[in-house]
């Protein structure tokens, strides 16, 4: 017998599957479909999980579990995603429980990408108290919250959503949803571009950046840091908001630790998490938690759809016997 973990992103479909003491025995990666629909997305999810169980040497009906982290928005009751924001819209809906579920003979735990996160963290992490959070800041920025030892999912498996809180109330930058003001506007990989060419607009910054340019990435920006007036202004102002956005989940959850991972966070930690720590002394009211990397890389959200695999859904290591 055996569990898996399933990764469903924008990007890319990740695959893993464990014997029963829970040691990593196959992989599989392989790109997302942009379409044509959203079947094709599913049929990439069960190849890739065919493809971790043939890695195993394992037969996909001795899945005895099977654990999904993917990208939202969910539809819990109807076992898919629907509408996801970061696909093309003639993808519509992508099923996931009924196809998974029928290829594999146990449970299948969805969660979203965020959710599995925590549930990875909470399984694998040596510090993993009952109140933590793992935040990702990538290409969208959300948070997998998990208070007095429950996962919280929320109604339809949205919960979590903290990239659409506001934190400019005069809505300088508008986020890809398309209202203003909100944090992934001003902090997410995909918008520190937008933001630094919004602020070497209004305040007039030199820099050697190519401001506008199709080129430029939050990878640029960030590695100019230190020679460029722009790109430290921008790293500033970055810090000053994503401590206005944690202090926004301290306040509302308590959490004693939060984990933080995605692309921007994991590639420039230095300059995203050492100044949000030198912020929340003066600006959280509680109890200021740890705030450090995820210690699972690129890996938390399908090393956590497996331990929810694991555990029942729920990320307790209580929970497994192996």
């Known amino acids: 017998m055996a569990y898996a973990g399933l990764d469903l992103g924008a990007t890319n479909v990740r695959a893993v599957v464990a014997d029963d003491e829970g040691r990593m025995v196959g992989t599989d990666r392989r790109p997302t479909p942009s379409g044509p629909t959203g079947i094709a997305v599913t049929e990439a999810v069960l190849s890739s999980l065919r493809g971790a169980c043939e890695d195993a040497a394992v037969e996909p009906r ?23 924001a970061n696909l093309p819209p003639s993808v519509g809906t992508i099923p996931l429980t009924g196809p998974v579920g029928e290829l594999v003979d146990g449970p299948v735990y969805l969660h979203n990408d965020t ?31 998990c208070v007095d030892g429950n996962v919280l999912a929320g109604w339809d498996g949205n919960a ?27 902090c997410s990989g995909n918008n520190v571009p937008r933001y630094a060419e919004h602020l070497h607009e209004t305040e007039e910054l030199a820099t050697d950046l190519p401001v506008g340019e199709e080129g430029l990435g939050a990878a640029e920006v ?35 630790v939060i984990y933080v991972g995605g ?44 331990a929810s695999a694991m555990t029942d859904g729920t990320g307790d290591r209580r929970r497994f016997s192996g």
């Open 160 to 186: 979590g959503e903290v990239g659409h809180v506001t934190v400019d109330p005069t809505g300088a930058m508008t986020c890809g949803c398309g209202r203003p003001g909100h944090w992934e506007a001003y």
């Open 263 to 306: 692309a921007v966070a994991l590639e420039n930690p230095e300059l995203v998490l050492d100044p949000v720590r030198e912020r929340l002394d003066d600006v959280v009211f509680s109890n200021v938690p740890e705030l450090m990397l995820t210690t699972l890389g690129d890996d938390v959200v399908v090393r956590g759809a497996l």
């Open 222 to 256: 960030f590695e100019a840091a230190g020679d460029d007036p722009l790109a430290d202004r921008v790293v500033e102002r970055v810090a000053d908001w994503n401590a206005q956005g944690i202090t926004t989940i301290v306040q509302a959850y308590a959490p004693l």
């Open 62 to 84: 001795a899945v005895r579990a099977v654990g999904v982290g993917s990208i939202g928005p969910l539809d819990l009751a109807e076992g898919c995603v629907d509408g996801p």
């Open 115 to 145: 959710n599995a996160g925590v549930i990875g963290e909470r399984f694998y992490a040596e510090r993993s108290p009952d109140d933590m959070v793992y935040l990702t800041i990538s290409s969208g920025i959300g948070a997998g919250v």
